[in-house]
Protein backbone atom coordinates (compact mmCIF):
# COMPACT_ATOMS: atom_id res chain seq x y z
CA UNK A 1 0.00 0.00 0.00
CA UNK A 2 1.53 3.66 -1.03
CA UNK A 3 1.99 6.44 1.83
CA UNK A 4 0.04 9.16 0.05
CA UNK A 5 -0.57 11.44 3.18
CA UNK A 6 1.50 13.75 5.27
CA UNK A 7 -0.62 11.46 8.21
CA UNK A 8 0.40 8.44 6.84
CA UNK A 9 4.06 9.49 6.71
CA UNK A 10 4.25 11.21 10.42
CA UNK A 11 2.97 7.82 11.12
CA UNK A 12 5.23 5.92 10.06
CA UNK A 13 8.41 8.22 11.27
CA UNK A 14 8.86 6.30 14.71
CA UNK A 15 9.58 8.51 17.48
CA UNK A 16 10.42 11.63 15.32
CA UNK A 17 12.97 10.42 13.19
CA UNK A 18 16.67 10.20 14.44
CA UNK A 19 18.47 13.55 14.77
CA UNK A 20 21.86 13.87 14.08
CA UNK A 21 22.81 16.20 16.88
CA UNK A 22 22.27 13.67 19.86
CA UNK A 23 24.65 11.70 20.24
CA UNK A 24 27.72 10.46 22.57
CA UNK A 25 30.99 9.42 21.89
CA UNK A 26 32.81 7.78 24.39
CA UNK A 27 37.11 7.55 23.64
CA UNK A 28 38.45 5.45 26.29
CA UNK A 29 42.36 6.23 26.56
CA UNK A 30 44.53 3.79 27.02
CA UNK A 31 46.63 3.17 30.35
CA UNK A 32 49.91 5.26 29.10
CA UNK A 33 48.08 8.16 27.86
CA UNK A 34 45.91 8.71 30.87
CA UNK A 35 43.57 11.40 29.16
CA UNK A 36 39.82 12.55 30.14
CA UNK A 37 37.21 10.78 29.55
CA UNK A 38 34.39 13.12 30.41
CA UNK A 39 36.39 16.52 28.98
CA UNK A 40 36.74 14.47 26.08
CA UNK A 41 33.00 13.56 25.32
CA UNK A 42 31.99 16.63 25.94
CA UNK A 43 34.53 17.84 23.39
CA UNK A 44 33.49 15.93 20.59
CA UNK A 45 31.21 18.05 18.62
CA UNK A 46 31.03 15.38 15.48
CA UNK A 47 31.51 11.81 14.37
CA UNK A 48 29.76 9.03 12.22
CA UNK A 49 27.82 6.32 12.37
CA UNK A 50 29.97 3.49 11.07
CA UNK A 51 29.97 2.26 7.38
CA UNK A 52 31.19 -0.78 6.15
CA UNK A 53 31.72 -2.39 2.42
CA UNK A 54 32.29 -6.20 1.34
CA UNK A 55 34.06 -6.05 -1.20
CA UNK A 56 33.49 -8.20 -4.39
CA UNK A 57 35.93 -11.00 -6.03
CA UNK A 58 35.15 -11.16 -9.90
CA UNK A 59 35.38 -14.43 -11.22
CA UNK A 60 35.74 -15.16 -15.22
CA UNK A 61 33.54 -18.18 -16.23
CA UNK A 62 32.70 -18.48 -19.98
CA UNK A 63 32.79 -15.57 -21.32
CA UNK A 64 30.78 -13.88 -18.03
CA UNK A 65 31.87 -12.02 -15.01
CA UNK A 66 30.81 -14.01 -11.70
CA UNK A 67 30.75 -11.42 -9.08
CA UNK A 68 30.95 -13.26 -5.24
CA UNK A 69 31.08 -11.79 -1.92
CA UNK A 70 34.71 -10.71 -0.89
CA UNK A 71 36.13 -9.45 2.39
CA UNK A 72 34.93 -6.48 4.21
CA UNK A 73 36.28 -3.39 4.58
CA UNK A 74 36.27 -0.85 7.49
CA UNK A 75 37.19 3.00 6.33
CA UNK A 76 38.70 5.06 8.75
CA UNK A 77 36.37 7.02 11.90
CA UNK A 78 37.16 10.75 12.20
CA UNK A 79 35.78 12.44 14.69
CA UNK A 80 35.90 16.67 14.76
CA UNK A 81 36.73 18.27 18.43
CA UNK A 82 36.59 21.69 20.03
CA UNK A 83 40.04 22.84 21.58
CA UNK A 84 40.10 23.99 24.85
CA UNK A 85 42.92 26.53 26.33
CA UNK A 86 44.76 23.41 27.99
CA UNK A 87 44.59 21.52 24.90
CA UNK A 88 43.49 18.79 27.07
CA UNK A 89 42.24 16.36 24.39
CA UNK A 90 44.74 17.20 22.19
CA UNK A 91 47.62 16.59 24.40
CA UNK A 92 46.26 13.34 24.91
CA UNK A 93 45.88 12.29 21.52
CA UNK A 94 49.61 13.36 20.77
CA UNK A 95 50.79 11.39 23.67
CA UNK A 96 48.68 8.20 22.61
CA UNK A 97 50.35 8.77 19.18
CA UNK A 98 53.93 9.90 20.06
CA UNK A 99 53.35 6.25 22.20
CA UNK A 100 52.49 4.13 19.10
CA UNK A 101 55.54 6.34 17.14
CA UNK A 102 57.90 8.16 18.71
CA UNK A 103 58.79 11.79 16.99
CA UNK A 104 62.22 11.74 17.69
CA UNK A 105 63.18 7.94 17.43
CA UNK A 106 60.61 6.55 15.09
CA UNK A 107 59.58 3.67 18.14
CA UNK A 108 57.01 2.87 20.45
CA UNK A 109 54.82 0.37 21.80
CA UNK A 110 55.01 -2.65 19.76
CA UNK A 111 51.86 -4.73 21.46
CA UNK A 112 48.64 -3.47 20.14
CA UNK A 113 47.23 -4.50 23.48
CA UNK A 114 49.21 -1.72 24.92
CA UNK A 115 48.23 1.06 22.27
CA UNK A 116 44.95 0.07 20.62
CA UNK A 117 41.38 0.09 22.89
CA UNK A 118 37.75 0.13 21.91
CA UNK A 119 35.46 3.34 21.70
CA UNK A 120 31.81 3.90 21.53
CA UNK A 121 29.12 5.72 19.87
CA UNK A 122 26.02 6.50 21.28
CA UNK A 123 23.05 7.32 19.01
CA UNK A 124 20.33 9.11 22.01
CA UNK A 125 16.98 9.55 21.54
CA UNK A 126 15.44 13.04 22.35
CA UNK A 127 15.09 11.97 25.74
CA UNK A 128 18.68 11.44 26.36
CA UNK A 129 18.26 7.54 26.35
CA UNK A 130 20.48 5.54 23.71
CA UNK A 131 19.17 3.98 20.90
CA UNK A 132 21.78 2.81 19.13
CA UNK A 133 25.25 1.80 20.11
CA UNK A 134 28.09 0.99 17.69
CA UNK A 135 31.56 -0.31 19.09
CA UNK A 136 35.12 0.26 17.73
CA UNK A 137 36.98 -2.25 18.71
CA UNK A 138 41.24 -2.39 18.71
CA UNK A 139 40.65 1.50 17.62
CA UNK A 140 43.81 4.22 17.65
CA UNK A 141 44.60 7.35 16.12
CA UNK A 142 46.06 7.60 13.01
CA UNK A 143 45.74 11.24 12.25
CA UNK A 144 45.53 14.43 14.05
CA UNK A 145 44.33 17.53 11.82
CA UNK A 146 46.73 20.79 12.15
CA UNK A 147 44.77 23.97 13.48
CA UNK A 148 44.81 26.56 11.54
CA UNK A 149 45.84 29.85 13.07
CA UNK A 150 45.09 33.50 11.64
CA UNK A 151 44.50 36.99 12.37
CA UNK A 152 40.78 36.53 10.51
CA UNK A 153 39.54 33.78 12.83
CA UNK A 154 37.52 36.08 14.98
CA UNK A 155 34.51 34.78 17.08
CA UNK A 156 35.39 31.40 16.17
CA UNK A 157 36.89 28.54 18.77
CA UNK A 158 39.74 25.83 17.65
CA UNK A 159 38.97 22.37 16.36
CA UNK A 160 40.60 19.08 14.89
CA UNK A 161 39.97 16.36 13.62
CA UNK A 162 41.34 12.73 15.13
CA UNK A 163 41.14 9.95 12.33
CA UNK A 164 41.06 6.10 14.41
CA UNK A 165 41.76 3.23 12.62
CA UNK A 166 39.95 -0.18 13.89
CA UNK A 167 39.39 -3.69 13.74
CA UNK A 168 36.06 -4.00 13.15
CA UNK A 169 32.95 -2.90 14.43
CA UNK A 170 29.60 -3.96 16.44
CA UNK A 171 26.45 -2.68 16.49
CA UNK A 172 23.81 -2.72 19.54
CA UNK A 173 20.74 -2.14 19.64
CA UNK A 174 19.51 -0.92 22.87
CA UNK A 175 15.28 -0.55 22.98
Not at 4 to 17: A, E, I, M, N
Request: net charge negative; proline share 5%; with cysteine.
Amino acid sequence: MAILRVDDFKGKLTGGGARPNLFEVNITFPGFVGGDLELTNFMCKGAQLPGSTVGVVTVPFRGRQVKLAGDRVFEPWTVTVINDTNFAVRNAMEVWMDGINSHSQNSGFTSPTVYQTDMTVHQLDQDGSIIKKYTFNGAFPTAVTPIDLSYDANDQVEEFQVTFEFQYWVSDTTT
